[in-house]
């Protein structure tokens, strides 16, 4: 039996990163500074971590 799909309501006005992994929703933060990257690293085509890196601007 299909499992029924569930819906999330997210902000569009707010600049964020989600993950879906297995039917949950996963903000991850953003660079503390506001400069840096959000690296994903996938196995077994899911999702599995996340790493974040931040710039520091002069």
């Known amino acids: 039996m299909k499992e029924a ?31 840096g990257k959000q690296i994903i690293n996938w196995q077994g085509n899911k999702p599995c971590n996340a790493k974040l890196e931040t710039d520091i601007r002069f």
């Open 5 to 35: 799909a569930r819906l999330f309501e997210i902000d569009l006005n707010k600049n964020a990163t989600y993950i879906v992994k297995d039917g949950k929703m996963h903000e991850i933060e953003s660079p503390e500074t506001g400069f």
